[in-house]
């Protein structure tokens, strides 16, 4: 079992920045890609980025490409999504998910394990 925690979500005004966090305890696994998404009210919850086991590879969604910077620090067992140039449309709550897949994956269905979530509110 591996249990995941996200934090450094809040409030921000437009153009803003906020650093996640994601640790993860429990079983460890050897390898695996991990992922960011989020949940706006009413909507959908969607893909913001993954990156690979050891890090080479990321993906972002294009509503983030160019703002958003997703790393890993296996040592730490600590995934970070560096958000910059914040708008009102990325609020949501943000969920972090641990995917036995190596290289990454868009999809939620490829993540077995998944954070509680923590709330980014960015200010018009």
């Known amino acids: 079992q591996v249990q995941l925690v996200e934090s450094g979500g809040g409030l921000v005004q437009a153009g803003g920045s906020l650093r996640l966090s994601c640790a993860a305890s429990?079983?460890?696994?050897?390898?695996?890609?991990m992922g960011w998404f989020r949940q706006a009210p009413g909507k959908e919850r969607e893909f913001v980025a993954t990156?690979?086991?050891?890090?080479?590879?990321?993906y972002y969604a294009d509503s983030v490409k160019g703002r958003f910077t997703i790393s890993r620090d296996n040592a730490k067992n600590t995934v970070y999504l560096q958000m910059n140039s914040l708008k009102p449309e990325d609020t949501a709550v943000y969920y972090c998910?641990?995917?036995?897949?190596?290289?990454?994956?868009?999809?939620?269905?490829?993540?077995?394990?998944w954070g509680q979530g923590t709330q980014v509110t960015v200010s018009s």
């Open positions: 990156i690979s086991w050891t890090g080479g590879s990321t």
């Open positions: 429990g079983r460890s696994r050897r390898s695996g890609a």
């Open positions: 998910a641990a995917s036995p897949v190596y290289s990454g994956s868009y999809y939620g269905n490829e993540y077995d394990y």
